[in-house]
């Protein structure tokens, strides 16, 4: 990716910006996510997919430190694998930033299931959110995308 624009690279889970590559073969659309494309060049992620599963898969939830499928299979080297190339890829770019889907085993920065298959959530974080910030690259959930969209608007109005 050449930055022929000056903005700065930023990481935006997949979903986010309609692509279906959840385990359910669905996407978790956000309508201002796409307004990020005008302050940054946004470098669309799917750790899960980036790191070999298919879609559709099993739903999974973080066990103990270990991220197993709803089938009871072990699939912690996957997750490893696509945190390590959304890294790479946040390296290679210097992101500035990521926001990531929250509540997912790979994406979620302050949420995640519980690891019981019920819905419940509990504090915790995705594996690639942990990598990303381990490496000093900020991590949002979705949820701040409105107010990063104004902080930009209110330099944009500086300038």
Request: charged share 25%; with cysteine; proline share 6%.
């Amino acid at each position: 990716m050449i930055n022929r624009s000056n903005k700065p690279y930023i990481l935006v889970s997949a979903c986010l910006l309609g692509s279906k590559v959840r385990y359910d073969k669905k996407s978790k659309p956000n309508s201002q996510a796409r307004l990020l494309f005008h302050y940054f060049n946004v470098i669309p992620i799917c750790p899960e997919v980036d790191g070999g599963l298919p879609i559709p898969r099993p739903p999974s939830e973080i066990q103990a430190g270990k991220v197993i499928n709803k089938l009871g299979e072990d699939v912690t080297a996957y997750y490893i694998n696509g945190a390590n190339i959304a890294l790479q890829t946040a390296k290679k770019y210097n992101v500035v930033f990521a926001i990531l889907k929250e509540n997912s085993p790979s994406c979620g920065s302050t949420f995640i299931h519980n690891g019981k298959f019920d819905g419940q959530l509990i504090h915790g974080q995705g594996i690639t959110a942990r990598l990303l910030r381990e490496n000093d690259i900020v991590v949002y959930s979705e949820d701040m995308i409105d107010k990063i969209l104004e902080s930009e608007n209110e330099k944009g109005e500086l300038r």
